[in-house]
């Protein structure tokens, strides 16, 4: 392979170049969402990321089985084996079928991913598809010794597996520091220590998704579905697995302990972690008001967004921090991301209007060794995008007759730009994404004509009359009607 590609490896602690097992295939695993609400900002980040070293790998050559999955089971509200299923209480809520919320929000999902240009797994499996192969790493890992029967649940024995192994390895922790971080729980006595962690759990009465074993009737642990997912499809040992920082403990902590004891080694050669977007600084969360769903995103629709944003805008944004850096959402760093988008796209466009001359005042090869070297880096694409704009700077001198390009290093300039831009960073023009910009001037001018309804109700003849004229001017046909009215584009 000609491009190397560093990765800094979260199980090592250090940047590493990557070999892959085979070459012929890559194997990245990916921790994909649990689907029982809209998506929002904190899903783009790993979708992004990961949608990066997807298209890199690509582009250098390698052929990669790439698997995402959805987790449609098993995961509680909270990380320590209580609480109520995500998905069942969703459904219970809102009085639905769990597989109907799945269903929706998957569809949702894709939606908004699709929007984002992130391009599709290879496979994308669900958890509750996998019960029976969860139900055999159940059975092989108490057959080994690694865990233990309680009440219908099986747990897995974290101080056994310490006598021969590190769980912590990953994320650093030690159990002594578990123990004092865990606060005591319901149903925390069926464990033997609070950090042990479930395999199977048996259904209380009330639960809906539940399948039959030889333990009780029940559903599993969520860090068993990734386990037995990976190993299906991209066998016991694959290259990379990747997910958000928030995932690194105890998700796939549990996830290592698991495969090691049922195959003897870590699954993964390379842990890649994203980390996370802050909003104004603070975590996002429902209770701080300021969660914000991508729908929100797109159509502007939430109090502290002061504009809608295109969803290239989000996507260049995100890429403009790298990928382990947290990143803070502010409608200024927003709004100067469109900005910088807009210049960069432009920039491309002209490509083709640029005119070959007799001698070169650029040295094509090395921005491109340098664009090169920096996606190489562990994904360095704030770097890669600094190129870029060298670049873009010497297509406006160009442009600008001050300045020339012989004709194999001009091609060569437009191959860089294009395969940087659109290839690897996956930007699009706005043209491109009519879809949510058609959708965004529907809300806009709907928005505009309920206003000068409201204003008519209120006898505010002149802005009512502004409103229609301003609109008229910018070429639209509004009709009153008795329901309100109708436009259209002339
Ligand atoms: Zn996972």
């Given at each position: 392979?000609e491009n ?5 490896n ?11 097992i085979n ?10 969402p ?15 990321t990961y ?11 390698y ?14 509200e ?7 299923d995500?998905?069942a ?8 079928e769990p ?7 998957t ?16 496979i ?38 310490n006598?021969?192994n ?5 994320s650093g ?15 925390q ?22 399948w ?8 599993p ?16 040992e ?30 993964a050669r ?10 104004n ?17 797109f ?35 927003l ?5 910088g ?23 094509v ?10 996606i ?7 770097i ?16 600008a ?6 004709e ?16 690897i ?8 994404t ?6 965004l ?12 309804v ?20 910018l070429g639209?046909v ?13």
């Open positions: 392979m190397k590609l560093f990765i800094y979260t199980l090592s602690r250090k940047k590493e170049e990557f070999k892959s070459p012929n295939s890559v194997g990245l695993y990916v921790c994909g649990t689907v029982y609400g809209d998506p929002h900002l904190g899903h783009s980040r790993p979708a992004i949608d990066i070293l997807f298209r890199y790998l690509n582009h250098v050559g052929k990669v089985r790439y698997v995402r999955n959805i987790t449609d089971v098993g995961h509680l909270s990380d320590g084996d209580v609480g109520e995500k998905i209480k969703k459904a219970r809520l809102e009085e639905l597989m109907e919320v799945v269903q929706y929000y569809d949702r999902y894709h939606q908004y991913m699709d929007q984002l240009n992130v391009k599709k797994p290879s994308e499996p669900r958890a509750s598809g996998h019960v029976i192969e969860q139900l055999q790493l159940v059975d092989d890992i108490l057959a080994k010794g690694y865990a233990y029967e309680s009440n219908g649940s099986v747990y897995f024995d974290v101080d056994k597996y006598e021969t590190n769980y912590g390895r990953l922790r030690n159990t002594e520091d578990m123990l004092s971080t865990t606060r005591e729980l319901d149903g006595t069926e464990k033997r220590k609070s950090y042990d962690f479930a395999l199977w759990k048996k259904a209380a009465p009330e639960h809906i998704m539940r039959p074993s030889k333990y009780s009737d029940g559903f642990g969520w860090h068993l579905e990734c386990s037995a997912m990976s190993a299906r499809y991209l066998g016991t694959f290259d990379i697995h990747g997910g958000g920082m928030d995932l690194l403990f105890p998700h796939h902590e549990c996830e290592i302990a698991q495969s090691t004891v049922a195959n003897g080694h870590t699954p390379y842990w890649m972690h994203n980390n996370m977007i802050t909003i600084g603070q975590k996002m969360g429902k209770s701080l008001g300021n969660f914000i769903t991508l729908e929100q995103f159509n502007g629709n939430h109090e502290l967004l002061e504009q809608a944003y295109n969803p290239m805008t989000v996507r260049f944004f995100i890429l403009q921090a790298h990928y382990r850096s947290t990143l803070d959402f502010s409608n200024e760093a709004q100067a991301a469109q900005k988008m807009e210049r960069l796209l432009e920039g491309c466009s002209k490509l083709d209007k640029l005119e070959p001359g007799s001698e070169s005042s650029f040295d090869k090395d921005l491109s060794d340098k664009c090169y070297a920096a190489s880096d562990d994904l360095n694409t704030p890669l995008i600094a190129h870029l704009f060298e670049g873009l700077k010497w297509i406006n001198t160009i442009l007759g001050k300045a020339s390009l012989k194999e290093d001009l091609e060569a300039l437009k191959a860089l730009m294009n395969t940087m831009v659109f290839d960073l996956g930007l699009e023009n706005s043209e491109q009519s879809g949510g910009s058609d959708q001037l529907d809300e806009t001018v709907n928005l505009l004509l309920s206003l000068r409201d204003a008519k109700t209120n006898k505010d003849w002149a802005t009512a009359d502004k409103i229609r004229n301003e609109l008229q001017n639209f509004i009709t009153d009607t008795k329901d309100g009215f109708e436009w259209e584009i002339k």
